[in-house]
């Protein structure tokens, strides 16, 4: 009778250890479930957040290349936008027949330059954009070789400004509407006060401006820009900075929108174009 009962009692021993195994092995088993369920989702949100910021490179890409390649040939600007409707147009058609392979589909709407103003000077070119933001860093000064501006002013003043590697003002010009103010922070007495024209191109590589002058003891600077929002027109800065050339130029700002749509994820984009660059 005692050897029954012991009996009993390590089988319910047993039980109770294979129980507990059981819920081991069964919790582990949820969570590794959990585990590569979450990696999957995560995966594709990683894929689909690639894939549309590729198609938006790609698209800003084509934009800037259909806009250089209408207007450097030179000729009207009927012309020029025909072209570059053309060239844009070509690309969005393709764009349906490569997403069709994969099930999906992608759509381009975009704007050309047509009745439509300058962009504003600031970071973004659009009218609320940042004010004082910074063009370019470390140029070398001695091979800034292109520095122009077509400036319209619709505020009280517009400010372009070179500072040195350390962030101190070695020049600056400011414009209002009828007059320019060049200061040399070298030499805070040497300014110099001239004419200006509403909506004229500047060159301040030209002397008066006393820019490469001011300059010159910086062996870098970089170029900002202050109070963008009261100006619209173009600019364009070519030099060299430590490690390469570079060029820096906008015209106006193209709103374009893309329509993605994937099993995946569809998504509608609208987001502006600086172009050329």
């Known amino acids: 009778m005692d050897l029954i009962e012991d009996n009993n009692a390590q089988f319910m021993l047993l039980a109770g ?3 507990g195994i059981g819920l081991v092995i069964t919790t582990v088993m949820l969570n590794s479930i959990m585990f590569e369920g979450n990696m999957a989702i995560e995966s594709v949100t990683e894929n689909s957040k690639y894939e549309m910021i590729n198609l938006m490179q790609i698209t800003t890409d084509e934009i800037r290349s259909a806009y250089r390649n209408s207007t450097e040939k030179g000729g009207t600007v009927q012309n020029a936008t025909i072209n570059f409707t053309q060239q844009v147009y070509n690309f969005s058609a393709d764009l349906p027949k490569i997403y069709s392979m994969y099930g999906g589909g992608a759509k381009i709407t975009f704007e050309n330059w047509t009745n439509k103003g300058y962009a504003n000077f600031t970071e973004n070119g659009r009218p609320g954009g940042k ?9 070398n000064v001695n091979y800034l070789s292109i520095f122009n501006f077509t400036i319209n002013l619709t505020g009280l003043i517009f ?3 070179a500072r040195n590697s350390t962030g101190y003002p070695v020049w600056s010009v400011v414009f209002n509407e009828t007059k320019y ?3 040399n922070a070298t030499y805070p007495a040497n300014y ?3 004419d200006f024209t509403n909506g004229s191109k500047v060159n301040l590589s030209d002397s008066k401006y006393l820019f490469k002058n001011s300059v010159s003891s910086s062996p870098t600077v970089s170029i900002h820009i202050i109070y963008g929002s009261n100006a619209f027109g173009t600019y364009k800065i070519e030099g060299e900075t430590i490690t390469r050339h570079f060029t820096r130029e906008r015209h106006y700002v193209l ?3 893309i329509a993605l749509s994937t099993a995946k994820v569809k998504a509608n984009i609208s987001m502006p174009v600086s172009v050329p660059w």
């Open 192 to 194: 110099t006060i001239g």
């Open 181 to 183: 103010n060049v200061s």
């Open 17 to 19: 250890f294979l129980i």
């Open 159 to 161: 400010r372009i400004e």
């Open 131 to 139: 004010d004082n933001w910074t063009i370019v860093e470390n140029v």
């Open 255 to 257: 709103n374009t929108t």
